[in-house]
């Protein structure tokens, strides 16, 4: 709640997002394994991990962490053709639908305990779509995505959370259009909408040494 400046009806929003995105992440991860793709799995549940702990579902987050773990270590063993499936896989994955129910739960509780607070809050958001942003905290994130896009690394999707908070309700059809993206893993993509929001408001992308800078296209 500190990140979110004490905004409950972000908070609900966010939690929101996460349950319809990853309500059936053991599913998912589940099939993922029993077709034998791996770089899916991987990208799924490296975006589950950063998610997670974004919006403090710390066993979701922890139980991923696991996971990922444990198929960076079968890695070579579960290429063979006669790797039957662990024991320990389906118990991690029973954990992982445990803790993402608990999660479900938890929203269901938060929005039927206060929707009144909620939705005044969610009104005073929409109406603040046009106030003023924490252009500097965007132009960082932007710039640290920018930076980790250009190096071909997964991990620019963990800035995304973290993006999508400090814009509010603005940006919303670029950063739909971004998180699609980074999904594909369409980087050339990704980088041009990182652009085009840089240039709408015209931010300027700190750089090292301290002086500010565009992203150059």
Partial sequence: MRRLSGNRALLADLLQRFCRDFGKAADTLE???DAGKKEERDRFLHNLKGVAGNVGAVQVHATAAELESFFREAGREMDSPHWQEPAEIKARFAVLRSAIEEVMASVERLLRAQPPVLAEQARSSSEKEDGPLNTEAIAALIARMVQLIEAGSVDAADCLPELKIQCGTSFRPELEELEGSMDD??????RMLLIR???QQGLL?????????????
Wanted: no cysteine; proline share 4%; hydrophobic share 35%.
């Fill in 31 to 33: 099939a993922f394994v």
């Fill in 185 to 190: 893993l369409d980087y050339d993509r990704a």
């Fill in 197 to 199: 929001m840089t240039s």
């Fill in 205 to 217: 992308i700190p750089a090292q040494g301290g002086e500010s800078h565009g992203i150059e296209t």
